[in-house]
């Protein structure tokens, strides 16, 4: 019997770690099917439109001619030509005439534009130029976003309770250690005598009323409790809400084949774990300034590993983009030379916007308490005394 009921408890032991892990992996694995889809659909409209070359691509080359034919031999004259000429011809100039669309929109390239839209992050070096792919991107953001914030909720959850719980046994480890240097040999034994003191004590309470010994007289008639028609009516809806339930639950028992399954119940917890998305982000109560610090340790660690692939950036300007990329700002002053390499870090970006997520909404909490605050402060102030006259 023990050998048989081991392997019974690791099934279902594995059974609940799947119906547990289940809803998480489905939003993750939504999302990443996603910017696959969208990847193939743009690299194939995008990717494979053909370059029409425009009346002011033929007019930024006139242009371009004849300010080269005024060129002198004095590097002076030249560089005042550049700031008064040149430099206004090329901000007129579209970076879409001198890209082939098959070498931006590859595969690769396409993930990453993806990536950027559900992540409403838009750097702006990367847009789609034709009309399907415009309205194509409208309705992929439409549907993407949504998506990546729910990803983002479910995600910062698990975030949530690490954090919750990593600081409360912090707290718990750091009071243990104030009692055990506080705590001496006199000391806790006066602590003892306290409160076994404290548990000796003999609560004398006050005597009853009249009214009090009537009312807990057997004899004496009580009054019928009247409810109101709105009371009666949600005392109706309940019980009607408690047999639907129960009726449910009746079929799902029925349905299931094998009752060692337990398919209604894992269903049901199923449905729970999906209800209960945000709930723990609720609860949080961590002090921002160890969500600052954390920020500041995380965006960090990769601005010390993103200059190895992208020689243009240093230490601060990778903590400058990465700080932009976290909080979905995307300027898109930096650009990035291997766009594939960053792809890898997908699971940073999402880990680290869920991190500035649970920084932003503390303080949020914390500026609606302060507000409460002033204000109650104030209307305290400018409240006007009453006065209690005798009767």
Known sequence: MASTSQPLRGKRACKKIFWAVFPHACFILSLVIYAFLGA?????????????????????????????????????????????????LLNTADQDWFVNPKDRWTFFGSLFFCCTVFTTVG???????????????MLYALFGIPLMFLVLTD????????????????????????ASRLCSGST??????????AQTKVIITEPLT??????SQPGVKRRPTKYRNAEIFEMLIARENEHRKTAINKSIERWSSCPELDRGKTMTRVIENFDKIGQQLEKLDVPIVLMVLVIFVYISCAAAILPNWETRLDFQEAFYFCFITLTTIGFGDTQLE?????????????IGMEIVFIAFKLGQDRLIVLYKKVISFCGKKKMPLKKVYPK
């Open 40 to 88: 193939l659909m743009f690299s194939h409209i995008e990717g494979n439109r053909k370059v029409n070359l425009s009346e002011g691509y033929r007019k930024f080359l006139q242009k371009l001619w004849h300010i080269s034919r005024n060129l002198s031999d004095n590097m002076t004259e030249n560089e005042e030509i550049f700031k008064e000429e040149i430099h206004v």
């Open 123 to 137: 750097y702006g070096n990367t847009y789609p130029v034709t009309r399907i792919g415009k309205y194509l991107c």
């Open 155 to 178: 995600m910062g959850d698990i975030l949530a309770t690490v954090l919750s719980k990593s600081y409360n046994e912090f707290r718990k480890l750091q009071s243990k250690i104030l």
């Open 188 to 197: 806790c034994n006066k602590g003892d005598e306290l409160k076994s003191r």
């Open 210 to 215: 009249i009214m009090e010994v009537l009312k």
């Open 338 to 350: 291997h766009p594939k390499f960053f792809l890898f870090f997908s699971l940073y970006i999402i």
